[in-house]
């Protein structure tokens, strides 16, 4: 296997970021061609990387940037897991984006930067080191903020002020963990954790502190969760990437590497860090829903239902147990799917009939069914309805709070799903069941070439949404890669 | 000399300096400076130091005396009377206490060395291989050569430094003469410096010449033509030139010019600034001449200042 | 001892007396142009006899030749700076004065 | 032959031609930059440590020069801002509407190669006498050049360097006194720790300061800097001030390692935590571009100072002196270029102020993407140079238990993205594209590359960390094995 | 004697500290160049006077004084012009004496 494959497959969208800086605006034509084109050849790169791995070849790329300091890209499961997800959501994102968008002005430059925002997110996945790890998680805060501040108004400069001061901070409190933690026992590769038995506790302790913490901020544990809603003042297509994908899957991503990959599962029990970890995330997970219920605005009800799903992944990793740690894997990939479809459909609502408030949403079923369709497949993955692909992660997070002896798990996961469908029924309600307004009677769904281009992505997704669902137990589906990755590696 | 010499010489130095510094008429204190620069030269003669004596005279307290009187009387004429606010009082006492402090840090570290000619005895003893006898002029010109090629370029770039300072309208225009008016006695003044001039330059010669055997050298000798170049001026014997004037251009940097390209040339031979067996002398007289004359019309356009606007009285 | 070591003292007390009696005329004088009078006249008196007793000192005829040089340019010099000066306090230019 | 003298010699060389080309002297650049590219090239490949004394005399009487770690990374750095300033500098220093001359046109090229040779003089020479007249011939330079936009900036910059010099000189004649010689390679073998020699590097230490714009005595720097024309800030924030730095690095780990306090070290350790803190909320606190980039530069210097300690008791790695010098590095080039998109920015608006800014990504993307990458690496952020500096400085704060230290490199770190993320926002604020004034396409080119230049030279980390470990003093311990061997 | 060797030096030493008392309460800044050229002197009466062997002044720090005096006056003639211009510039603030690149004289 060609050792410059992790190499190539990081820095692809490089390629059409560089072209998307430098293209004209009248070339925009290229541009999308160009974009959708990176985005199909990543997608086949890492089919074939996947095949590959199934067999148990993973391949590395080492660059020694300084001395006793490798630079290394190594794709193991997980990282493919991820890189899978990133993937195929970069092309349904990018398909969207140029749909929303339409032919906009300076456009330019946001294309530029999210394809570097798909290049830090797939290096965050193929690292191997905690450096290169932290090279690309810093690389993803810098290349995000410009799409947070895309619009340019007071909301979308606010936004991205407050998302910088947190994530750098974040990344502050990590890199000084990471560096605390190279300075007692060496280089840490994720291939096998480290031996931390001579090390004292305290100083083990407040490590994982200032780790989980600084990536906490991008996974928007609570108190660090700040940032998050008010970046929704970022474009659509920006939403649907930072909270499907880049930003917060890194942090939770980092999480789960923290745990198996750097402190290993045993030394986590022994310093008895996961459960306080797990009675975190918990916490998100009941705040998030809760605050969701209240929001007005849908976007806003979005970002908070975020909140909370995104800790499932870290409840799951912090159990410590195999169902557990299956179910985080899966509900990386499947929260990513769900959320996608959801944010892209409250886009498209916002971006055809101006829909940002849940009162607005009255009929909207009728004007747009295929949009709202896809909405509510999303909705009723997030509150964990079978056949959907949320209820295969809430199955196997309650079964794994059982059998690391948390049945507290099962309570939280059971008021969360109360709150998940608090927060989305009435809306679905609004959408199917009340008589739309006159204004929203007029608008043609899928009329024209670009409204069905907007609609096309968020169908994709809400059938993926059901396939990852009903077929979990067929080979490649999410399901049974979390199955393989838990098995290859995070099972003793 | 005796000690009765050296200390009441000290004595005067301090108390010249105390005076120049706290006078509050400018003039004053500046007339003290000047005093004070001699009284230096006084210290370094006594200490058989003759080439930092003339140094001293004619550098320290001559031109930069010059210099300090040229901007008063322009600042008075721009309406500032030098005077400086009133500190208060407490300011001051803790300002003298601290300086007090600082001055016996540093007499307590100058104590703690015991003064030695440690060099003169190595200097000594390369001379004969230079072919010159005035050990300074060795140090500076051989020994050191490097140092004072630098230092030359900063002579040089001081005056494009003051050159720089011109108004917009100003460039390249001459700076503002000191040209007495009839009233003032510029007949007289015309004669002296008509005189003077060519007597500065064979005595800037002179100096040159003895200075690689004698106290002297470029240094001093260029001073004594800045010193001709400016009672010329004053006299209006002599125009200050414009500042694109191409022949003063070439003067500016004729003995910097002239030093780099022997240093250069060494190159060939061996090393920068290396001078061949047998031509040490020639190359040192050579530079210093060349340095003299610029160094003199260096120092003569830094006193005259930046350029001004034609129509602008100085 | 020679007779010059006993005529350079006295040539050196001469023109040090010389000295004193133009520095007094400067402290007691009141307008300018006496004050000039008695620096001028009295302090290159003065310097004459220090450079007759500089030059026999050295006792060559290069150095006395220098030496005549010295005396002439500071004769010249206090000349022409005291014309100036005077011509200064003639005409009132009264601005740069030390009170 | 030997590239160390010509070093100097190519400048001064340059600036006898400008100063005779009169109109015409400007372009004596595109002649200079191929010249002090191959000489700096020729510094690079000379083996660590070569040196002689010029002019074939010998100590203590010559003056030696050598090619040290420091001295080779803080020539070619000094060599590329030089040559891209001076580029972007032939459109704002030239003649007149009618070719004649002016002022500024004529006077900026002589006073550039006077600091060009000035700082090659300061970084190559080992003889704290000559180390003098190069520390005059940049201060006379950058303050002349400073003048060009502010002269009461430029007088007060004057007073106060003129103060260091002669503090530094005050410690220079007592050290000559006490040891018969002013070379530091001898000084560090007879080092005493008597009076006159603490005295002395106490007084050099505190003029060095202030012309390294130390807090705090730091006054001086912001005004100055903040009104000179672009191409001379870029000068002075890149090159001026690492000079007494520089000077500072080899009196203290060169020459007086043996004599140096705990307490000193930890003095200036604190020092520049100081300048770190102050300098980044002054500059958070400006509202107008330069002035917040000057102040920036006053927090930069702080880590300089910070790593002080750090240097002085890392046990062989080298990591912390690596930290520092990179740093030096990488603030030049990140610096000069910052200065130069700021010129052009803020010359397309016509204005000064952050608000000036708004929209301006749009009308000018490659200049303000230039701002953009050279704060990446004024943050410290990967993959720039400045965050493998900050990186290795950690690195050593944390294995030497300097929690303090660590903090404020973390605490810098992000104050200086809140003061740069400023003027950025600003310029994405918006939606229109602002109409500018004035478009400079070409050189948009010169901050461009410095910034691409601050970045990329992360990758090449561990060529810096080699370069700068090739000097006599990077790492005590190791370095007294390697005499042993 | 100790003191009667160091006369020089210490007289230097005074003279450092005089300057920079000048320096510091003197706030015009032509002053204070001139307190600037005192403490100079002083530096330099420290350095040649601590090199003063039994019969004669070791040349080479006369050497570096002479070189320190020159650069010394380069900095003041500079330092001179500079305080002028400031002061040209303060008188005419509407940029009549200064850099009037605008042209827009009365």
């Known amino acids: 296997m060609n050792e410059f494959l992790p190499l190539l497959l990081v820095f692809l969208p490089f390629v059409p970021a560089l072209i998307s800086f430098a293209l004209p605006e009248r070339m925009a034509v290229w541009r999308d061609v160009i974009n959708i084109s990176f985005a199909l050849a990543k997608l086949a790169l890492v089919g074939f990387l996947l095949l590959s791995v199934e067999d148990g070849v993973t391949t590395e790329w080492r660059y020694e940037f300084l001395q006793g300091h490798d630079f290394i890209l190594r794709t193991d499961a997980f990282a493919l897991l991820f890189i899978t997800l990133s993937a195929f959501l970069w092309l349904i994102a990018t398909v969207y984006a140029i749909a929303y968008f339409g032919r906009g002005p300076h456009l330019a430059r946001f294309f530029g930067f999210f394809n570097l925002c798909v290049l830090a997110a797939t290096g965050v996945a193929m690292s191997g080191t905690t450096i290169t790890f932290f090279l690309f998680y810093e690389l993803l805060t810098l290349a995000t903020w410009p799409l947070v501040v895309h619009k340019g108004d007071e909301k979308s400069l606010r936004a991205g002020r407050i998302y910088l001061i947190y994530t750098l901070a974040g990344s502050a409190a990590f890199l000084a963990g990471i560096v605390w933690l190279k300075s007692l026992v060496g280089t840490i590769e994720f291939t096998a954790p480290p031996d931390l038995s001579g090390i004292p506790r305290l100083e083990l302790t407040l490590i994982f502190i200032l780790c989980i913490g600084g990536l906490g901020v991008k996974a928007a544990l609570i108190p660090f969760h700040g940032w998050l809603p008010e970046a929704m003042a970022a474009p659509a297509p920006v939403s649907a990437l930072l909270h499907a994908v880049a930003v917060v899957k890194a942090g939770a991503f980092g999480i789960v590497r923290m745990i198996y990959d750097v402190y290993g599962i045993d030394t986590v029990s022994e310093l008895g860090l996961g459960t306080p970890l797990a009675v975190l995330a918990g916490a998100t997970i009941l705040y998030g829903s809760f605050r ?110 059982l059998q690391s002896d948390a049945p507290w798990v099962i309570a939280v996961l059971a008021g969360s799903s ?22 929203l009677a007029s608008v043609r769904e899928l009329d024209g070439a670009w409204n069905r281009m907007l609609i096309l ?27 393989l990755i838990a098995e290859s590696g995070y099972l003793k | 000399m005796t000690l009765a010499f050296d200390l009441i ?32 030269g006084l210290a370094w003669l006594a200490m058989d130091a003759v080439n930092v004596a003339m140094a001293e005279i004619a550098i320290g307290a001559g031109v930069t005396g010059v210099l300090l009187i040229l901007a008063r009387q322009r600042l008075m004429a721009l309406g500032d009377d030098l005077v400086c606010d009133e500190m208060p009082g407490w300011l001051r006492a803790g300002a003298l206490v601290a300086c007090a402090g600082f001055a016996a840090l540093v007499g307590a570290a100058v104590l703690s060395v015991a003064p030695s000619d440690d060099l003169g005895g190595p200097i000594a003893a390369l001379m004969p291989s230079l072919g010159i006898e005035n050990p300074v002029t060795g140090v500076l010109l051989a020994f050191r050569a490097y140092d004072t090629l630098l230092e030359t370029f900063v002579l040089l770039g001081a005056l494009v430094a003051v050159w720089s300072l011109a108004p917009g309208t100003a460039w390249p225009h001459p700076p503002a003469t000191l040209a007495l008016t009839e009233r003032e006695g510029h007949g007289v003044a015309a004669a002296f410096g008509r005189l003077l001039l060519p007597l500065a330059l064979v005595m800037a010669a002179y100096l040159v010449w003895t200075g690689s055997d004698l106290p002297g050298g470029a240094f001093q000798a260029g001073t004594v033509l800045a010193g001709g170049l400016i009672i010329a001026v004053i006299g209006g014997a002599v125009l200050w030139p414009r500042g694109d004037n191409r022949l003063l251009r070439v003067a500016l940097v004729l003995g910097p010019a002239v030093f780099l390209t022997i240093g250069l040339a060494g190159i060939a031979l061996g090393r920068f600034l290396f001078y061949p067996p047998g031509f040490e002398k020639a190359l040192i007289v050579a530079i210093e001449y060349s340095l003299a004359l610029s160094i003199g019309v260096t120092l003569a356009l830094q006193l005259a200042g930046p350029p001004v606007t034609p129509d602008h009285k100085g | 001892m020679t007779i010059t070591d006993y005529i350079i003292p006295t040539l050196l007390y001469t023109g ?42 050295w006792g060559s005829v290069t150095a006395a030749v220098k030496i005549a040089a010295v005396w002439l340019f500071a004769l010249m010099a206090a000349g022409v700076t005291a014309q100036l000066m005077a011509r200064r306090a003639k005409t009132g230019a009264e601005q740069d004065t030390i009170e | ?129 000559n180390l003098y007249i190069a520390l005059e011939m940049v201060s006379l330079a950058a303050v002349a050049m400073a003048a060009m936009g502010s002269l009461r900036a430029a007088l007060r910059y004057f007073v106060i360097a003129l103060v260091g010099s002669l503090a530094y000189l005050l410690g220079v004649a007592l050290l000559f006194s ?35 714009a130390v807090f705090p005595l730091h006054g001086w720097l912001p005004p100055a800097h903040a009104a000179a024309p672009a191409p001379a800030s870029a000068l002075l924030s890149a090159i001026v001030v690492k000079v007494g730095f520089v000077i500072l690095l080899r009196l203290w780990f060169e020459a007086f390692p043996a004599i140096i306090a705990p307490a000193g070290l930890e003095l200036l350790g604190w020092l520049g935590a100081l300048a770190v803190l102050y300098g980044s909320v002054q500059a958070i606190r400006q509202d107008t571009l330069k002035a917040l980039v000057a102040y920036s530069t006053v927090a930069q210097i702080g880590y300089l100072l910070l790593a002080f300690p750090l240097v002085a008791t890392a046990a062989g790695t080298g990591g912390a002196w690596a930290g520092m010098t990179i740093h030096a590095t990488a603030h030049m080039l990140a610096k000069a270029a910052m200065f130069l998109a700021a010129g052009l920015m803020l010359k397309a608006v016509n204005g000064h102020h952050l608000k000036d800014l708004h929209g301006l990504a749009r009308a000018m993307p490659l200049t303000v993407a230039a701002f953009g990458l050279a704060a990446v690496s004024l943050m410290g952020l990967p993959p720039s140079a400045g965050f493998l500096a900050k990186f290795l400085l950690l690195e050593a704060a944390v294995e030497q238990g300097a929690v303090f230290a660590a903090a404020v490199l973390l605490v810098g770190g992000l104050l200086a993205a809140v003061y740069l993320f400023k003027p950025l926002a600003w310029a994405f604020a918006g939606s229109d594209t602002p109409v500018v004034v004035a478009k400079a396409p070409l050189r948009t080119a010169a901050p461009l590359a410095l910034a691409l230049l601050a970045v990329s030279l992360g990758f090449a980390g561990q060529a810096m960390v080699d370069i700068t470990a090739g000097s006599p003093w990077a790492g005590p311990p190791a370095t007294e094995a390697e005499d042993v061997q | 004697m100790a003191i009667v060797e160091h006369l ?99």
């Open chain 1, 457 to 483: 992505p968020a169908a994709i997704t809400a059938l993926a949404t059901l396939a990852a669902g009903a077929f979990a137990t067929f080979p490649f589906s999410p399901l049974s890669w979390a199955k």
């Open chain 1, 418 to 439: 109360l709150l998940n469908a608090l927060y989305f029924l009435p809306l679905l309600y609004r959408a199917w069941l009340l008589p739309p307004s006159a204004k």
């Open chain 5, 8 to 106: 020089y030096p210490l007289t230097g030493a005074v003279l450092v500290g005089l300057g920079l008392y000048g320096f510091l309460t003197l706030r015009h800044p032509l002053r204070q160049l001139l307190a600037v050229n005192v403490v100079g002197a002083g530096i330099f009466l420290i350095l040649g006077g601590l090199g003063r062997g039994a019969d004669s002044t070791d040349p080479f720090p006369q050497a570096l004084v002479i070189t320190g005096i020159v650069v010394a006056v380069a900095l003041t003639a500079f330092g001179a012009a500079l305080i002028l211009r400031v002061a040209e510039d303060e008188r005419a603030p509407d940029g009549t004496a200064a850099d009037d690149t605008n042209g827009n004289h009365p």
């Open chain 4, 1 to 129: 032959m030997s590239p160390l003298d010509l070093l100097v010699a190519a400048p001064l060389a340059f600036m006898i031609a400008a100063l005779l080309s009169g109109p015409w002297g400007r372009w004596w650049l595109l002649a200079a930059i191929p010249v002090m590219a191959g000489l700096t090239v020729w510094l690079l490949l000379l083996p660590e440590g070569s040196g002689h004394v010029v002019g074939g005399w010998t100590l203590p009487l010559g003056v030696q020069l050598r090619a040290d770690g420091v001295a080779q990374l803080m020539v070619a750095a000094t060599a590329v801002c030089a040559a891209i300033v001076g580029l972007y500098a032939l459109h704002e220093f030239a003649p007149g509407a009618d070719r004649s001359e002016t002022a500024h046109g004529f006077a900026f090229w002589p006073l550039f190669y006077l600091l060009w040779g000035g700082a090659n003089a300061g970084f190559l020479t080992t003889d704290l006498f």
């Open chain 1, 292 to 401: 969701a219920v209240m929001q007005t605005d849908i976007k806003k009800r979005l970002a908070y239902s975020t909140v909370s799903q995104v800790s499932y992944i870290i409840l799951g990793a912090s159990l410590i147990g195999p169902f557990a740690i299956i179910g985080a894997l899966v509900h990386l990939v499947h929260q990513g799917i769900m959320k996608i479809t959801l944010f892209m459909c409250a886009g498209a609502l916002d971006n055809r009939m101006g829909i940002k408030s849940v009162a607005d949403l009255d009929g909207a079923g009728r004007a747009m069914p295929v949009t709202m369709a896809a909405f509510s497949i999303g909705a009723l993955g997030m509150i964990g309805v079978p056949p959907t692909a949320g209820f295969i992660s809430k199955w196997h997070l309650g079964l794994g709070g």
């Open chain 2, 9 to 40: 010489l000290c004595l005067m130095i301090i108390g010249t300096a105390a005076s120049a510094l706290l006078m509050r008429n400018a003039l004053a204190a500046i007339v003290f400076f000047i005093v004070f620069g001699n009284l230096l």
């Open chain 3, 16 to 57: 040090v007396f010389f000295y004193a009696a133009g520095s007094l005329g400067l402290l007691r004088f009141r307008d300018a142009e006496t004050r000039l009078h008695a620096l001028t006249k009295a302090d290159n008196v003065g310097l004459g006899f220090v450079a007759l007793a500089a030059a026999l000192h």
């Open chain 4, 178 to 212: 006490n040891y018969a010689t002013v070379d530091l390679t001898l000084l560090a073998e007879m080092a005493r720790p008597d009076l006159a020699t603490k005295t002395a590097l106490a007084v050099m230490t505190a003029g060095l300061l202030i012309k390294a």
